[in-house]
Structures are given as C-alpha cells and as structure tokens.
C-alpha cells in the first residue's frame, strides 16, 4: 500500500502564511518527482510546483516568488512554504508522487486526498 498524506492546510488572512506537508509511505523502491496541485471545486487541477529528487524546482508563474517546494528525500516528504497568500490561493491542496515500488516493480502517479487552504478576512 503506498499512502500520500498531506496537512496543514487552514484558514488564513490576506497576507498570511501557511506550511503544507505531504509524506509518501508504503513499500517505496524509488520516490521521482513530487508536486503541489490545487484544485477549485468545478475547475481543473492545476499544477503549483513541483520538485525532483534532486532537487531541482518548477513553479507556476501565479506563485513565484512567494511559494517555496522542498524536499526531505530521507522522509519521503516534501513542504510546500506559503507567504503573501491572496484569496485567490483558496483551494484544495493536492500531493502527488511518483513512485516506483516494490513487490510489485511498478511505476505509477498516486494522490493525497487533498487539505483546503482557505485565503480570506
């Protein structure tokens, strides 16, 4: 069983600032990339960064510069740092891995459930 769990998420104001962690577990040969989605109840999912396992970072253009992806290979795990958050950010907030595993060997895309990040005064 390979498991994606995600927290942090809450209600912040204009301006403030949220951590999001995600952890990967189960039976885990190789941990690839791992992202942040966000997702509006209605619209597509929609990619917020993403980071390799070495390290290496890709953000949308409407977070640069105020959201940070990290990565502790050791824990499986990746932080998602958010400052200067607009309403505009109010989503849900998805964890994806790829992960190769073993008994089976097999590569796939696995999801968190999601945590909601609400933005508003």
């Known amino acids: 069983q390979i498991q994606i769990v995600e927290s942090g998420g809450g209600l912040v104001q204009p301006g403030g600032s949220l951590r999001l962690s995600c952890a990967a577990q189960?039976?885990?040969?190789?941990?690839?990339?791992m992202a942040w989605y966000r997702q509006v109840p209605g619209k597509r999912r929609d990619l917020v960064a993403l980071?390799?396992?070495?390290?290496?970072?890709t953000y949308a253009d409407s977070v640069k510069g105020r959201f940070t992806i990290s990565r502790d290979n050791g824990k499986q795990s990746i932080y998602l740092t958010m400052n200067r958050l607009e309403p505009e950010d109010t989503a849900i907030y998805f964890c994806?891995?790829?992960?190769?595993?073993?008994?089976?060997?097999?590569?796939?895309?696995?999801w968190g459930r999601g945590t909601q990040v609400t933005v508003a005064s």
């Open positions: 994806y891995a790829r992960i190769t595993t073993l008994e089976p060997i097999v590569k796939n895309d696995y």
């Open positions: 189960g039976n885990i040969f190789v941990n690839y990339d």
């Open positions: 980071i390799t396992k070495e390290h290496t970072t």
